[in-house]
């Protein structure tokens, strides 16, 4: 991995900067506080993202400013990578937007996680590290800041082994070890819990022999009783058989009874219909012989000149109605007239001026217009005199005819009430008639019936000749019933236990099914408890061993190689126990980290630094940060031939792209390039 550029829009004291990073060996350069570290983190905020803990948004996105973002582009396995992350400041917090990768010019809109499980994919990482927020490999191979090494330096042994085991990748071997362990203890419970289930075993499977003879016992009495309720079952049949008739007949016998019932009943009916209708015969010659009486007493009338002469005097009412309305509506005319005149009148004695030709109304005038009104006021009430008196006459006239009108039609009623008795009498002719004629007709249908019941009593008393026999096959059907209803409850009841026993017999089986699987599982985690006991967590914990021993061997000598380019080999050794502890020797005595001199402590910290990126490049082979190495204050309190050894360190490191991160002015000499950075006015800035 080689970087290429960034590019930061309002991160931290950065509004708008974009950094090109050469290949080779690069000073990043400025005073304290200038910026140097900003460039460091945002390079790794491109990369995988905010940290809550270590690398959050708050620390990144420039105060005040709503949005930030992070461009940088790198190149890996000669591919051309461009990624950009953005940050927005919320109501409660910034957050880390959605953003987006370009491999050669191939742009991939992803969110956060999905950009870090690229980065991580791209540079060879592990994928496990997509979920993890601290101790990145990254971290160790590329950057680690100053402070951060120290601690693993300075760390408790167990702190210092957890991380440099999870830094190399095998921390894995203590994690398996631990869960073997959980998983035996795990398996000797599982073992205990399938010996308590097969424990009674060899009991249960005596019970179900004894079980199963029982079911055979009772199997072959069942299958007697059986034969003994299809015995009974056949007599049975042939008993309803023979009811069956029986019951036949009789239902005959009831249908011929009531038939004759029914036919005695019909012959009842015709006898009371025939009485009632001679009765009703006598009543209506009764009623004819007085209404024919009543119709002599009425004497004829010319009824046609009656209904002529009310034609008349309903046309003469109609004129006189048509003329006493004309009359009125007149009256109502000149009335109008005699009203508007005296209006006329009243309102010319208030009128000074004409409303149309505006000129003055004279007296004279005044006077001809009421002159005129009162000649026309007296000719229409004369008009209206003789009006009312019209109007009398119309209406005296109009009495008279109504009383003529009404006289004429009740003379007209006497000949509808003449009609009214004619028919009547025709119609009782007519229902006399029809009366004689159904007496007729039931007196026949009674000699019917009383031939067709004679013939029904003749069949009803052979059918009870043939029931004789009826009671005695009856009383043996129900004897047989109760016997047959005995067998088929032993029947049952054998059926009950067969099935009782049998799905003891099922039960037991199945219990003997879990306890013989218990026993098998027992057996065989027995077996696989004794393989992982005995073989797997030895091998487990030997090979964790022997790669940490590989990672201790080199990583010792890679130690002792850095420290011996720092320091004079005579005056101060260098080398780490088993638990990689730094252990120091000067002039021949042991001592510790706290006695060395302040460059003595960083040369200690930079080789410790340089053995680790070393050792985890050569132990996870796959990552693909090897040729890029950023160092941060790796010469703080360094002394001048301290100084003076570095190139040859720079040399043996033997990378493409090396950052080291400095306010130490006399390491422009050492390095091919240079990045100045200048605070102003709370704003970074590159210098040229």
């Not at 029931?467 to 005695?472: A, I, P, R, Y």
Request: some cysteine; hydrophobic content about 35%.
């Amino acid at each position: 991995m080689l970087l290429k550029k960034i590019v930061l829009e309002n991160i931290r004291s950065y509004e708008h900067e974009t950094i090109s990073f050469p290949v080779g060996t690069t000073l990043l350069t400025g005073d304290i506080g200038s910026g140097k570290s900003t460039i460091l983190l945002a390079i790794e905020f491109a990369l995988f993202g905010v940290r809550r803990q270590d690398l959050s948004g708050s620390v990144l996105l420039r105060h005040g400013e709503k949005n930030g973002s992070v461009e940088l582009s790198f190149l890996v396995d000669n591919k051309e990578v461009v990624v950009k992350r953005f940050l927005k400041r919320g109501p409660t917090s910034i957050k880390q937007e959605n953003g987006y990768v370009i491999i050669n010019n191939e742009k991939q809109d992803l969110t956060a996680v999905e950009i870090k499980s690229r980065i991580l994919d791209l540079l060879g990482y592990p994928s496990e590290l997509l979920t993890k927020t601290k101790e990145s490999v990254y971290r160790y191979t590329v950057y680690t800041p100053q402070e951060e090494m120290k601690q693993i330096i300075f760390s408790d042994t167990q702190t210092r082994l957890d991380i440099l085991r999870r830094v190399f990748g095998i921390d894995k071997y203590k994690r398996i070890r631990e869960n073997l362990t959980v998983y035996l203890r795990e398996l000797r419970r599982q073992a205990t819990y399938y010996e308590g289930v097969s424990q009674d075993l060899k009991t249960l499977e005596t019970e179900k022999e004894q079980q199963e003879r029982n079911v055979l016992e009772t199997r072959n009495v069942l299958e007697t009783k059986k034969v003994e309720e299809q015995k009974i079952q056949r007599v049975l049949e042939k008993n309803k058989l023979e009811i069956k008739a029986y019951e036949k007949t009789t239902k005959e016998l009831d249908e011929l009874i009531k038939q004759k019932e029914l036919i005695n009943i019909r012959a009842e009916q015709r006898i009371r219909e025939s009485e009632d209708s001679n009765k009703k015969i006598v009543e209506l010659g009764k009623r004819i012989l007085v209404e024919e009486e009543e119709l002599k007493g009425f004497k004829q009338k010319s009824f046609e000149k009656i209904k002529g002469f009310i034609t008349d005097v309903e046309k003469k009412i109609g004129e006189t109605n048509e003329k006493l309305s004309l009359t009125k509506q007149r009256v109502a005319v000149y009335k109008n007239k005699v009203e508007e005149s005296k209006k006329t009148s009243q309102n010319i004695l208030e009128l000074d001026y004409c409303e149309l030709c505006k000129q003055k109304v004279g007296a004279d005038h005044k006077h001809g217009i009421r002159s005129e009104a009162t000649k026309n006021i007296e000719g229409n009430q004369v008009r209206i005199t003789q009006l009312l008196n019209n109007q009398e006459k119309h209406e005296k006239n109009l009495f008279v005819l109504e009383k003529k009108q009404e006289e004429a039609k009740n003379l007209l009623s006497e000949q509808k009430t003449v009609e009214l008795i004619k028919k009547s009498v025709e119609e009782k002719k007519k229902e006399k008639l029809v009366l004689e004629e159904k007496v007729l007709t039931l007196k026949k249908e009674v000699t019917e019936l009383i031939e067709q019941e004679k013939k029904l009593r003749q069949d009803v008393t052979l059918l009870e000749k043939e029931l004789v026999g009826f009671e005695k096959i009856k009383g043996e059907l129900e004897k047989n019933a109760l016997v047959y209803e005995a067998v088929i409850k032993q029947v049952s009841a054998h059926a009950s236990r067969l099935e009782s026993l049998s799905e003891q017999v099922k039960k037991l089986d199945e219990r003997l099914e879990e306890k013989k699987l218990a026993f098998k599982k027992k057996e065989k985690i027995r077996v696989y408890h004794s393989i992982l006991e005995d073989n797997a967590l030895s091998l487990v914990s030997l090979m964790e061993k022997h790669v940490l021993g590989r990672v201790h061997y080199e990583f010792n000598d890679l130690l002792k190689k850095w420290f011996s380019l720092l320091v004079e080999e005579d005056l101060l050794s260098i080398r780490i126990d088993e638990e990689f502890n730094v252990l120091l020797e000067q002039n021949g005595y042991e001592t510790t980290i706290d006695n060395l001199s302040g460059g003595e402590k960083t040369a200690v910290a930079l080789s410790y630094r340089l053995a680790l990126n070393r050792v985890i490049n050569d132990v996870i082979s796959m990552i693909k940060t090897k040729d890029f190495l950023i160092l941060d204050e790796p010469t703080d309190g360094f002394s001048a031939e301290q100084l003076d050894r570095l190139p040859e360190v720079i040399s043996e490191l033997g990378i493409s792209q090396l950052i080291i991160v400095s306010h130490e002015p006399r390491l422009e000499s050492l390095v091919s390039n240079i990045i100045r950075v200048e605070k102003t006015s709370h704003t970074s800035k590159v210098s040229s």
